[in-house]
């Protein structure tokens, strides 16, 4: 008899996974499949949608061929946010690229915005700061450049291409936490808002039509990873997905999702206006009812690991952290990884990486201990804020590929002065979405019964003394005034 799962798809910025999901929450099978990202000009970072799919039908063909004999329940969607892609509605070709989060091309624009005195109205409806990483500024310059002499076209972020392709082109719809990144959906009345999307220049005709997260969005239609008719079940942006699977359920609980760039996000009651330097987003939405979070979101984060150990000279990221481990302290030494600008709290578009803080005494262990410490940092002055702001966090999980690394939680937990609880799967974003997926088909009934299917390992206690831990700040915060500073 064929074991019923969830098959679960995660599309992330540098790869596409899928998973299988059984009622008892194991995970039997998965697969993975690289997607490619170019850089076409400084600060320029986008991707092929097609090649995005492609990437995603072969982590779907690998994952279901490790488990033949299941039967798919249903599909559940994670993906990378706040990328974005404008396509042909009749044809369903894509028109020009996937305009990344990562990208700043439309820094000006932004800026632009903010000096005709938008900001303020953009935050208070959206909870975002206007800032290249979101969509909207970034979709108009695809509408401009690629589709102008198209009649019909869709707008949607990663989500809603692949529920588009999924349906064999039937839908064009989106979750309210995906809805929530793009700058131009009104979270308190929960809907796209007209007065955005007319400052931003985008028809509201063009966007995707806006559902619960765990939702029966269409069927499979038309591919050849998976059999027609399976339902479509859920959509959720890939650090709220991290947030549900790791059963962050009550108000204050919080994760940090580590990976190109880092998430820092916790729920709240309601929402709120988000204080300078974080967001409010939607985490996810469920039976009409959205759950707000606020959530820093740190561009460079993981990806700075590889950048240095080439930088240094080493063969991967393995040796990176190795050399890091053989020095005490940076001695100083600073790494504030601004490559494409800086995020939260600082949403600074122009500023650019920087070591600094180099002595005669200083060689590379020290500097492939300031880019580990760096991810921590960051993570930091974004916790600092929102602790504030929430007034406390309760249990902070943590997830992504880098959080299996011990050395480095135990920066994070020393660094933030606070307890983390490391998730023992990494895939706690595919996870969040088989959740959902599942509770819209009813394989799991309720929140209660899903709460049971979180996995955490051992707690992670902070270590570092006090006197240290402000030391190492005092540079860090030095560091990243440096970089702020105009040249």
Known sequence: MAQRAILAIDEGTTNSKAILVTQTGDIIASGSAPVPIEYPQSGWVQQDANLIWEATQQAMT?????????EIVAIGLSNQRESI????????????????????????????????????????????????????????????HYGNE????CIGTVDSWLIWKLSGGKIHATDRSNAARTQLFNLAEGCWDEDLCEIFGIRTSFLPEVHDSAHLFAETRNVDAVPDGVPIASAIGDSHAALFGHGAFNHGDGKITFGTGSSVMTTIPEFIAPPAGITTTIAWSLDGKSTYAFEGNILVSASILPWTAELLGLPDVEHLLELAQTVQSTQGTALVPAHVGLGAPH?????????????????????????????????????????????????????????????????????????????????????????????????????????????????????????????????????????????
């Not at 690998?62 to 299941?70: E, K, N, Q, S, V």
């Not at 932004?110 to 206007?130: K, N």
């Not at 921590?376 to 002055?381: G, S, T």
């Open 62 to 70: 690998d994952c279901l061929a490790a488990a033949p004999d299941t």
């Open 85 to 144: 892609l404008i396509w042909d509605r009749q044809t369903g070709a894509p028109l020009g690229p996937v305009v990344t989060w990562q990208c700043r091309r439309t820094a000006k624009s932004c800026q632009a915005l903010i000096d005709a005195g938008h900001e303020p109205m953009v935050i208070a409806r959206t909870g975002l700061p206007l800032d290249p990483l979101f969509p909207p500024t970034k979709a108009a310059w695809l509408v401009e």
């Open 150 to 153: 198209v009649p019909d076209i």
């Open 347 to 487: 949403w600074n578009s122009e500023a650019r990486g920087m070591i600094s803080g180099l002595s005669f005494g200083s060689g590379p262990a020290h500097v492939a201990r300031a880019a580990t410490e760096s991810i921590a940092l960051q993570v930091h002055d974004v916790f600092t804020i929102m602790t504030a702001a929430a007034k406390g966090i309760g249990r902070l999980s943590v997830d992504g590929g880098p959080s299996k690394n011990t050395f480095l939680m135990q920066m994070v937990a020393d660094y933030l002065n606070h307890t983390i609880t490391p998730c023992r799967n990494a895939e706690v974003s595919a996870l969040g979405a088989a959740h959902l997926a599942g509770l819209a088909t009813g394989f799991w009934q309720d929140l209660e019964e899903v709460g049971r299917l979180a996995h955490h390992g051992p707690e992670i206690l902070p270590t570092m003394t006090p006197e240290a831990r402000q030391t190492n700040l005092d540079v860090w915060r030095k560091a990243v005034a440096r970089t702020l500073a105009p040249i």
